[in-house]
C-alpha cells in the first residue's frame, strides 16, 4: 500500500471550513483514497473514500488531484466536535486476502472558538 | 445505527492473568479486526478474521491469540498479561470488500496490566 503523508497538526477557527491535506504521491492506478478521525478515547470513524473522482458525503468532501498523488479533505463548517486526529489511508482492493488497514500519525485538527 | 460493541471499557488485570476482550458487530460483517494503540506508535494490528473459525495474524500477533466462533464475536485472549500489554484496544469490523464500504470501530478498551 502507498505511504502518506499528513501535517502532524492544523488549527481552524469554529465554523470555517477546514482543509486536511494528504500527499500520497506512490499512489498506484488501484489504490483507493481513505479518511478516518479518531475523536479523543473513541475509536476510529470512517469518513469518505475515493478513487479519483472528487466525493461528498453528509460529513465532508473529498477532493483528489488529477494525478491523485495527493488529496484534500475538506469539512465546509467546522465545529468544536471536529476536534480529532485525521487519517488519511491509501490501499488497494484485495479480495480474499488481507484487508487490513494501515494507520499512519495522522492529522491532530484543533477547531477553536 | 451499525454496532461494533466492546465488553469493557476500562479493565484492570493482574500480570500473569488470562485476560478475554470480547467485541461483538450487528451488521453480519464478514471481518473482524483487533488492533492496538499506543502513544507514538498509532494503531497496530493485532489478528483478523475472515470468516467464523478463520484467524489471521496480524503485525504484532505476539502475546495474543484470538476467537471467532460465531460471525458476530471475535475474542482477543491475552494468554499471560504483561505490563507491556498495557494499551487502548480496539475491534474493528467490516463487509468481505471492506474496502469498498468502510470500516466500523467500537469505542475501545483500555487495559492497564498491574
Known amino acids: 500500500d502507498a505511504k502518506t503523508t499528513q501535517p502532524t497538526s492544523m488549527d481552524c477557527a469554529e465554523g470555517r471550513a477546514a482543509n486536511l491535506p494528504c500527499n500520497h504521491s506512490?499512489?498506484?492506478?488501484?489504490?483507493?483514497v481513505y479518511w478516518y478521525r479518531q475523536i479523543h478515547s473513541q475509536g476510529p470513524q470512517y469518513i469518505i473514500h475515493g478513487l479519483k473522482n472528487n466525493e461528498t458525503n453528509e460529513m465532508a468532501s473529498l477532493i483528489i488531484t488529477e494525478d491523485r498523488k495527493s488529496s484534500t479533505l475538506i469539512l465546509p463548517h467546522a465545529t468544536l466536535r471536529d476536534t480529532a486526529v485525521y487519517y488519511c489511508i491509501v490501499r488497494a482492493p484485495n479480495w480474499g486476502g488481507s484487508e487490513k488497514l494501515v494507520f499512519g500519525k495522522g492529522t491532530k485538527l484543533t477547531v477553536n472558538p | 445505527d451499525v454496532k461494533v460493541t466492546q465488553s469493557s471499557r476500562y479493565l484492570v488485570k493482574r500480570t500473569g492473568e488470562k485476560v478475554f476482550l470480547e467485541c461483538v458487530q450487528d451488521?453480519?460483517?464478514?471481518?473482524m479486526f483487533w488492533y492496538r494503540q499506543d502513544p507514538g506508535l498509532g494503531l497496530r494490528l493485532i489478528y483478523f478474521s475472515y470468516d467464523v473459525k478463520m484467524k489471521e495474524k496480524g503485525d504484532i500477533p505476539e502475546g495474543y491469540s484470538v476467537s471467532r466462533e460465531k460471525k458476530e464475536r471475535f475474542s482477543l485472549i491475552l494468554e499471560s498479561a504483561s505490563t507491556n500489554q498495557t494499551s487502548m484496544y480496539l475491534c474493528?469490523?467490516?463487509?468481505?470488500?471492506?474496502?469498498?464500504?468502510?470500516?466500523?470501530f467500537g469505542s475501545g478498551t483500555r487495559l492497564t496490566v498491574v
Open positions: 451488521m453480519d460483517h464478514e471481518n
Open positions: 506512490t499512489i498506484s492506478g488501484n489504490e483507493y
Open positions: 474493528a469490523s467490516s463487509l468481505l470488500g471492506g474496502w469498498s464500504y468502510g470500516y466500523t
